[in-house]
C-alpha cells in the first residue's frame, strides 16, 4: 500500500511539474508576443510624431530575370521614414531567348548535354544607387508597405568562352564546331574558361516596386518587380549566327530577406 501510496505522489508531481513547465513556456511567449507588440506601437508613434524609425538595412535578394537569373545585396540609409537611399550590388547571368540544352551523348546511365550554339557565358557584376520611396502602406501595423524604385549605376559584363569537349579534338567552342562538323560529347563545365575572361563595361537603369511585408518589423521580407535596361560598349556574342547586341531590356521579379536598425 505504502509503494502505491509513493508511487501516486510521484505520478502527480510530475504531472504538476509538466504544467508548470507548460504554463511558464505560454507566459514567456506571451511576455514576448506584448513587447514586440508594445514595441511596433512605440515604433508608429514615433513615425506619427516625424521621428526615423529606422536608420539603416541590410537586404540579400534571389532574382528571376525573363533573361537569366541572379543573386543581390543592398545597404539601406534612411533619410526619412518615407525616403531610402539604396547601395546595390549585383551578380547575374544572362541567357539567349534562342538558348537550349540539348542531349550530346550517352554515357552509361547518363546523358551529356550541351547548349548548342552557345558561345559564350554572360555574367554582369553590377554596382548602383537608387531612390526608394514609400507611397503605400500608412497606418498598418503588419500589413504590406509599397514603395517605388528608381535607380541606376554602372555594369560590368563578363564574357566567359563555352567550351564543349568534342570527340577526338579535345576542346573547341561554337562555331568552329559547327563548321568543322565536330560530334560534341558534352559541355566542358562551369570552371572551364575563366583564363580567357573579356570585359565589356556598360551601365544599367531600373525601375521598381516593391511590397513590404510588416515595415515595422526589423526582419526584412519583401517582393520586387520591376524592368531593367542595359548598355554596354561592345556587342555581346551569346549565340553563333545570331545578331549579336549591345543593349537589353528585361524584366524581373526578387525576394528579399534582410535586417533593418
Not at 505504502?2 to 504544467?19: C, M, P, R
Amino acid at each position: 500500500m505504502k509503494k502505491i501510496a509513493i508511487s501516486l505522489v510521484l505520478v502527480l508531481a510530475a504531472f504538476y511539474s509538466e504544467a508548470q513547465y507548460k504554463k511558464e513556456t505560454m507566459s514567456k511567449k506571451q511576455e514576448r508576443k506584448e513587447a514586440r507588440r508594445e514595441k511596433i506601437n512605440q515604433l508608429m508613434k514615433q513615425e506619427e510624431e516625424g521621428e526615423v524609425v529606422f536608420n539603416k538595412q541590410n537586404v540579400f535578394g534571389i532574382k528571376l530575370i525573363t533573361d537569366g537569373y541572379g543573386l543581390s545585396y543592398e545597404h539601406g540609409r534612411y533619410k526619412s521614414n518615407r525616403k531610402t537611399i539604396l547601395y546595390q550590388f549585383e551578380f547575374n547571368e544572362k541567357r539567349h531567348p534562342k538558348e537550349k540544352s540539348e542531349a550530346a551523348s550517352v554515357s552509361g546511365f547518363q546523358i551529356n548535354s550541351v547548349r548548342f550554339g552557345k558561345t559564350n557565358n554572360f555574367y554582369q557584376a553590377k554596382l548602383g544607387v537608387a531612390l526608394q520611396q514609400r507611397i503605400g502602406g500608412k497606418g498598418n501595423k503588419n500589413g504590406v508597405a509599397v514603395s517605388g524604385i528608381l535607380g541606376g549605376g554602372l555594369s560590368l559584363g563578363l564574357l566567359k568562352p563555352y567550351y564543349v569537349d568534342v570527340e577526338n579534338f579535345g576542346r573547341k567552342t561554337y562555331p568552329t564546331i559547327i563548321d568543322s562538323g565536330y560530334t560534341e560529347l558534352s559541355a566542358a563545365g562551369i570552371f572551364v574558361g575563366w583564363d580567357e575572361l573579356e570585359f565589356n563595361p556598360g551601365a544599367h537603369a531600373k525601375l521598381a516596386m516593391r511590397f513590404d511585408y510588416g515595415r515595422f518589423n526589423e526582419q526584412v521580407t519583401a517582393i520586387e518587380v520591376g524592368l531593367m535596361t542595359e548598355f554596354y560598349s561592345k556587342k555581346v556574342s551569346q549565340l553563333a549566327y545570331v545578331k549579336e547586341k549591345q543593349f537589353f531590356f528585361s524584366a524581373y521579379i526578387s525576394l528579399l530577406l534582410g535586417r533593418r536598425k
